[in-house]
């Protein structure tokens, strides 16, 4: 694929500490290129709007909780539309692609890109690559038009299609340059916006004039520094539904079980925040909270107690959870899919054997219910703040590559959208913290043990990771940067 890491961060120093991460300009490489009028400015729908461009100097915070002799910090540029524009209308030639693993509202992101260029920018063509990366040199295109996108926002999965893998540099860019496509709109997970900075990359190599925005998608809401990501909130209370059943089987039966396991390949957030939400979860297993089965504090010795305490049980499981002991269990070896991604083994299934083995040897009579709600979830059209969520990320990445900024991923960092360079997004994955107060709520609520010992807790402790983005805190250490070193590789 390349290397993302070759995309170079603008670093612009300030005074108190201040830091910009500033994102890639067209005029950075084209210093002559011509600017023009907001067609904005002429919209009677935004004629009421009392300041309705952003200031070029307009930036947002990484950190919002500082101590009085607090560094002003790490900054990003602030989304919104400019006064000045580098793209005529009837020059604009864009397109969209989605990537990877559906999620709730990629129709919504690619109808309201669509509807963002046409009625507010006057964008007539407008191309949708069908089936991901590989589509754009081994499949047909789709025209698209708001008539033809009207309503997909009802409907789940993605229009364009998707795969995983199928990136080519060279081949992808240029059906860019042969189509005449000067802007793109790449929707996709970490792995997808790493495609999209090195596509970005060999863009600025050729010399084209063409913008790049990424549109961050991850259902696990793994990607670092933004607030979430879109279609996770659809997910988190679309898991109510399988927790709810899990817990009425549970509770109908004598010792009964209800085992769910919900999305979360690295990152467990899916779990955790549906736990919190449902209140009937007695324990919640993600892949950052090592846990281990037999003994003293163990998960059997607490399904044991819980039983005998409350006659039922429910439990959620992140499929990304317990990797080691299954690895171990099955002798199972290193697999990956076309995106780089590992193959998990099933958790859920493996875990259910073992407590059923477990109390076998016991000679308790148990009922387990097994509930998989995975593609379910990731197929259903998003509710409506993620609709609304996903209108914002969509015209926020329209106002980007229409002002003429390029090599960005776009995404609300403590609630105000933010133009983020590539190699942010790229660096690490968004993790629960089980340090943070966020992981500890949970514990309060499931009373769980931890199945930590105190060697864990204290050398995570150690570590100084950052609190949980989604409510507490920020997801990124800021960086340190010299007034005299105004850029980085």
Not at 191 to 203: M, P, R, S
């Amino acid at each position: 694929m390349g290397n993302p890491r070759d995309t170079q961060t603008k670093l612009v120093p300030g005074a108190a500490g201040f830091v910009l991460e500033d994102v890639p300009h067209l005029t950075d490489y084209f210093p002559d290129l011509p600017s023009y009028s907001n067609p904005l400015q002429d919209n009677p729908a935004y004629s009421v709007v009392r300041q309705y461009f952003v200031n070029v100097d307009d930036t947002v915070t990484q950190k919002i909780v500082v101590h009085k002799d607090s560094p002003r910090g790490v900054h990003f540029r602030r989304a919104g539309p400019r006064q000045k524009v580098y793209f005529e209308s009837d020059e604009v030639h864009a397109c969209i692609v989605t990537c990877g693993g559906l999620c709730p509202g990629l129709n919504t992101v690619i109808r309201e890109i669509v509807c963002g260029l046409h009625d507010m920018y006057g964008v007539k063509k407008i191309l949708g690559i069908d089936g991901g990366y590989r589509g754009f040199y081994a499949k047909n295109t789709v025209t698209l038009t708001p008539k033809v996108v009207n309503d997909i926002h009802k409907r789940g999965g993605t229009i364009l299609g998707t795969s995983r893998g199928g990136h080519d540099k060279s081949k992808i860019v240029d059906s860019i340059q042969d189509r005449g496509i000067n802007q793109v709109y790449i929707i996709g997970g970490d792995g997808t916006q790493k495609g999209a900075a090195v596509i970005y990359e060999e863009i600025r190599r050729r010399g084209l004039k063409v913008a790049v925005a990424g549109i961050p998608k991850t259902i696990d809401n793994d990607i670092p520094v933004i607030d979430k990501s879109f279609g996770f909130d659809t997910a988190v209370e679309e898991a109510q539904r399988a927790i709810n059943s899990a817990h009425v089987e549970a509770e109908s039966t004598e010792n009964g079980i209800g085992l769910v396991k919900l999305m979360g390949r690295y990152s467990g957030f899916i779990a955790m925040y549906a736990t919190l939400a449902s209140r009937d979860v007695d324990c919640c297993l993600i892949p950052e909270s090592p846990f281990y089965l037999e003994g003293s504090g163990g998960l059997y010795e607490f399904i044991d107690k819980r039983l005998k305490e409350n006659g039922h049980m429910v439990i959620v499981i992140a499929e990304g959870a317990g990797q080691d002991l299954l690895s171990e269990s099955l002798k199972s070896t290193d697999q990956q899919d076309a995106s780089g991604n590992k193959l998990l083994q099933d958790v859920g299934l493996w875990i259910s054997d073992k407590i059923k083995e477990h109390f076998a040897k016991k000679k308790m009579l148990i009922t387990l219910k097994y509930i998989d709600p995975t593609y379910m979830i990731r197929a259903i059209p998003s509710n409506a703040s993620d609709n609304v969520y996903c209108t914002l990320l969509a015209h926020s990445a329209v106002h980007g590559a229409m002002a003429g900024y390029t090599g960005f991923t776009v995404g609300p960092v403590n609630g105000r959208h933010a133009y983020i360079p590539f190699p942010r997004i790229n660096e690490k994955q968004n993790k629960v913290v089980i340090t943070d107060r966020m992981w500890a709520r949970l514990l309060s609520s499931t009373n769980q043990p931890s199945f930590l010992n105190p060697r864990d807790i204290a050398v995570a402790k150690k570590e100084k990771q950052p609190a949980t983005g989604l409510l507490d805190g920020e997801n990124c250490k800021d960086k340190k940067v010299s007034e005299d070193n105004p850029s980085i590789s």
